[in-house]
């Protein structure tokens, strides 16, 4: 919702969509970017990188397997099952995971992972950065979520009581641990790296930054998705 003059407004349909569509663009260019680099992914994206190392099979395969099955924990933590939201969350975990795929692909293509480590650096760390823009965004929109984003809404407002670190944190452990696993299966680790530590211990800093300086008027809504 909108927070004008001291009185909040709904948002229309247009804005939603305009909103929604920003961040959804703007989360899988950083990750698709940050996957480029192999200078560090953001937790569940390396998650899922080294899943489908461990079996060979596609990393959007294993994006959107961890999509719907949060999807439905969202709905037990936030307890309030609601069909419209959850099919909201499996859409746009869908979709991301498509959209990850384009611009890893097309990052790629143009020669992200050939360029030296010095300068695929701060490329990741500007990918990070904009997966966090995104994240505040679409939280505080609060229409269609990614459901691992919708579970940081959540934990943030209904457990730790507004806190973006300890909320993200939290989300992010369970996806390490995914990632350590694999590890012992296979003795070898992909996309952890010095972006998955930033993304790890400053993500939650850097969506509350989001929250105060992008989009000001835009503040947060009803996290149980009563709009």
Not at 59 to 82: E, R
Not at 97 to 120: D, E, H, K, M, Y
């Amino acid at each position: 919702m909108y927070y004008i003059d001291g009185q909040f407004f709904q948002l229309g349909l247009k804005q939603k969509i305009s909103f929604f569509a920003i961040s959804l663009i703007i989360n899988s260019f950083g990750n698709g970017l940050s996957v480029a680099t192999a200078m560090g992914s953001a937790p569940w994206t390396a998650g899922a990188a080294n899943l489908a190392h461990l079996t060979g099979w596609q990393i959007g395969l294993f994006l959107a397997l961890f999509a719907t099955v949060i999807a439905f924990l969202n709905m037990l933590l936030a307890m309030n099952f609601n069909w419209p939201r959850l099919l909201g969350n499996v859409l746009f975990g869908l979709s991301f995971s498509l959209l990850v795929g384009v611009f890893s692909n097309f990052f790629i293509q143009i020669g992200v992972q050939t360029l030296p480590w010095w300068a695929r650096l701060p490329l990741d760390f500007f990918a990070i950065w904009n997966i966090g823009v995104a994240i505040s965004i679409y939280q505080r929109v609060n229409w269609i979520l990614h459901p691992l984003d919708d579970l940081t809404n959540i934990l943030r407002f209904d457990y730790f009581h507004g806190n973006a670190s300890k909320a993200q944190m939290s989300n992010f452990i369970v996806a390490i641990g995914i990632s350590a696993v694999a590890f012992l299966i296979s003795h070898q680790i992909v996309a952890l790296g010095l972006g998955t530590l930033v993304s790890f211990f400053f993500q939650g800093r850097n969506i509350a930054w989001a929250d105060r300086h992008l989009f000001k008027h835009l503040v947060h809504g009803d996290v149980r998705g009563e709009q």
